[in-house]
């Protein structure tokens, strides 16, 4: 065998069809990969495969590495603290670290009340421990939610989740005592007075306040396909929650961390929820999640109720310090705003060509960006094969993208806040010869 026959060989058996056929064996199918791209390196807003192909990176890991791939300090932070300790437990024996971190999430939460934090893993568990603390504190048991809400995929999270498929397919039966209302959405023809009056209906219906724990809600609907909760909204809920003794829970765990073009999306409406979860873009790419609320709350379970062998890793916390350092020190929040004035630019223009065919972008909540795809203009005929097709091309071209909407018709653009201006206009152009491409394809 020649040397150049070797080299090939070699690269039959290392690169991503050959990883994807040994992934296909040894991992459940039901985790899935939304493309067959291995993953050798990441810098910043590009990755490189195992056959060094680059790519554009307009997913961040699903907006957890706010930060960009790699960043130094953050690689800096984490490499020192691997020269102390990797764990101990911080209900055992804890660090500062963990006690800085809480420190600076309590004074970075929107609202003039004192706060509170604890840490966990993951968005989910975040969640989990919401609920569990706005139960211990009201002593009442319901929770409502929003239809397309997104919220995780543990049993409880998934019975507030408001999208069947994949996410609670086959699951069932999930928590009792969880109640959805419909989230506003003008493009659907949602509007605001809609969903307080099917609130009230609830209230009259299936539970009445005096027996309802919390609301949660996203600030921006993730999966259900980046939908902004209209301020008026946010703050009606803050005065039915007043009124009622309900706790208003705001799910921050796609939004935080300067995505929407504030620290916290909440900010956008100036409104104070009671607790906060907190989650991807904290740790910079390292298992971190937190719920943060006000004090008295966050104080009502007992000693022991609350945490995790995990929870509050060191090697996490020291990422997240030298996150929220970044986010101050490279102005990340005021990027974001940037980020999502280039995009808008772009993809407004090309819906000016193709109103038919892009039926709306959302582009006011920073490095949140979405566009949704539908059949002859018609916001209720979302089209999602050539959704599939448009990602599908743009993965093989050297574009990372994601979907999201309970119609699978929603592209999702979450850059990095630290993605330049150059990246982002190679990636659009990906984008763009994608979206014509399959456009031609189909007629």
């Not at 019975?159 to 959405?185: D, H, S």
């Not at 904290?282 to 009502?300: C, H, N, R």
Request: proline share 4%; with cysteine.
């Amino acid at each position: 065998m020649n040397v150049s026959a070797k080299v090939e060989s070699s690269i039959e058996v290392t690169g991503n069809a050959a990883w994807q056929v040994r992934k296909n064996a040894a991992i459940a199918r039901g985790e899935g990969n939304a493309a067959p791209i291995y993953v050798d390196r990441a810098r910043g807003s590009e990755i490189w495969d195992v056959e060094g192909r680059r790519y554009v990176d307009f997913g961040a890991g699903i907006a957890v590495c706010n930060t960009g791939h790699m960043h130094p300090k953050i690689h800096a932070a984490v490499t020192a603290q691997l020269e102390r300790f990797s764990h101990t437990c911080v209900m055992v024996t804890p660090y500062d670290s963990a006690v800085m971190l809480a420190e600076r999430l309590n004074k970075c939460a929107p609202g003039d009340s004192l706060k509170k934090s604890m840490f966990v893993t993951t968005g989910a568990e975040a969640v989990e421990n919401a609920i569990k603390i706005a139960r211990a504190h009201t002593d009442r048991r319901g929770v409502i939610a929003f239809d397309g809400g997104y919220h995780g995929r543990t049993m409880m999270t998934l019975g507030l989740t408001g999208k069947v498929t994949p996410y609670k397919n086959r699951f069932g039966p999930f928590p009792g005592e969880i109640y959805r209302a419909p989230f506003p959405i003008a493009y659907h023809g949602i509007s605001v007075e809609d969903s307080l009056r099917a609130l009230q209906i609830l209230f009259k219906t299936d539970i009445e306040p005096r027996d309802c724990a919390a609301i949660i809600v996203e600030p921006v609907q993730g999966e259900g396909g980046f939908y902004p909760a209209p301020d008026a909204f946010l703050q009606a809920l803050r005065q039915i929650c007043d009124e009622h003794g309900i706790l208003l829970i705001f799910d921050e765990i796609q939004t935080g961390f300067g995505r929407t073009g504030k620290l916290f999306a909440a900010e956008h409406a100036e409104v104070e929820a009671d607790l906060m979860t907190v989650a991807k873009g904290l740790a910079g790419g390292f298992p971190l999640a937190a719920v943060i609320g006000k004090q008295e709350i966050m104080d009502a379970p007992e000693p022991g109720g609350l945490g995790g062998t995990y929870a509050g890793s060191p090697i996490g916390c020291a990422a997240a310090l030298a996150v929220l350092d970044v986010i101050e020190e490279e102005s990340l929040v005021e990027a974001s705003v940037h980020i999502g004035r280039v995009f808008a630019k772009r993809l407004l223009a090309l819906q000016a060509e193709f109103p038919d065919r892009i039926g709306d972008v959302r582009c006011d909540r920073g490095a949140m960006v979405a566009l949704e795809l539908v059949e002859n203009g018609d916001a209720n005929c979302g089209d999602a094969a050539l959704t599939k097709a448009i990602v599908t091309a743009a993965y093989q071209k050297g574009l990372i993208a994601l979907t999201c909407g309970v119609r699978g018709n929603v592209f999702r653009f979450l850059p990095a806040l630290t993605i330049s201006d150059e990246l982002i206009h190679e990636g659009l152009d990906i984008f763009e010869q994608c979206f014509r491409d399959a456009l031609a394809d189909k007629r």
